[in-house]
Each structure stands twice: as C-alpha cells, then as structure tokens.
C-alpha cells in the first residue's frame, strides 16, 4: 500500500500511457495549442458511475477547451475494454489505457481489487482529477476512494475560469 500524496504546486510526473486509437500519451503534457491539462483517473468500464462522469465531460469539453484546458482520461482498463467503453461515450478528449499500479501508486490514486470477476478481472484505481498549469505545476488535485466523490465538473470549470483570469491572480492553493 501506498501512501503517497501529490503535493499541489509541484511538477507533476510525466507519465506514459498507451493511447487508444494508438501511440503514446504523455499525462501532464499538453497537447496542441492548449497549455494546460486535466487528467480525468476513471475506474474502468465496468464503473457505470464513470460512464456518466465522462458523458457530463463530453458535454463540458468545448468549454474546457476554450479556457485552453486539454483534457484526457485514463483508466486501467485494457485496450478492448476501453475501446468498448468509449463507443458508449463517443468521447471528443483523448483516452488513455493500461494505468499499471506503479503508476497508479506514483499518481497518489487509492487502489482497488475487484470485488468479483464479473466486476473487472484486475485492480483499478479510484478517481482523480488533476490540473496541471502551463508550468506543468499541479495546480489542483483531487483523489478519491470512492466512485460517488468526485469534483463536479461544472463547479471545476468555474473554478479554473477564474484562475485562468489574469485579474484574479490567484495562486496554487494547499501549500502551507
């Protein structure tokens, strides 16, 4: 067990995951014209409440890319399994797959086993979400352990539109 946590403020691991549709994805690394990046940690297929997550995201992505957020989403699920997922989804973010636990543990995620075979054949990590900044600075984390506590994507935008204003200069918050 692992007990790790990702401070805020400090640079977030550059961590390489498979990408579905093929190639590489670097987390934390923005890609295209944006200069910051939400990696969204979902449990897997098998998590309807993820499903429903990544739908709402789907929804809010035009307005996280006009705030210049890139926005991705990984889980451990094997390429099949999240190939499958995501034609349920139809997602416009990318997705990334095959989260290993060493990662998983580098990421401060909680981790689970299965409660059964029918529910997923390997150990997932819970939620998270984590903003990095055009310095690759997490600028805001949150984990989870459980699949009903996660940040309200709604409420998450909000908060990052004011952030990104220059007039607020607002500043990584948690690093008393």
Request: hydrophobic residues 40%; charged residues 20%; proline residues 8%.
């Amino acid at each position: 067990m692992s007990n790790i946590k990702l401070a805020a403020g400090i640079d977030f691991p550059a961590i390489e995951v498979k990408r579905l549709g093929g190639g590489e994805l670097v987390l934390g690394k923005p890609e295209g014209s944006f200069l910051w990046q939400m990696v969204v940690v979902y449990r897997g297929k098998h998590c309807p409440l993820c499903t429903k997550y990544l739908r709402v995201l789907s929804v809010l992505l035009p307005r996280y890319h006009a705030e210049g957020i890139d926005v991705v989403a990984v889980s451990a699920d094997t390429e099949e399994k999240a190939s499958l997922h995501m034609e349920t989804i139809q997602p416009g973010f990318t997705i990334g797959y095959g989260l290993s636990i060493p990662q998983m543990q580098q990421l401060g995620l909680y981790i689970s086993k299965p409660r059964s075979p029918e529910e997923t054949d390997r150990p997932f990590a819970e939620p998270g979400v984590f903003v990095i900044n055009e310095s690759g600075r997490l600028q805001i984390v949150d984990i989870s352990n459980a699949p009903f506590a996660r940040p309200d994507l709604q409420t998450l935008l909000v908060g990052i539109e004011f952030i990104r204003n220059p007039d607020n200069h607002y500043p990584i918050r948690g690093r008393y």
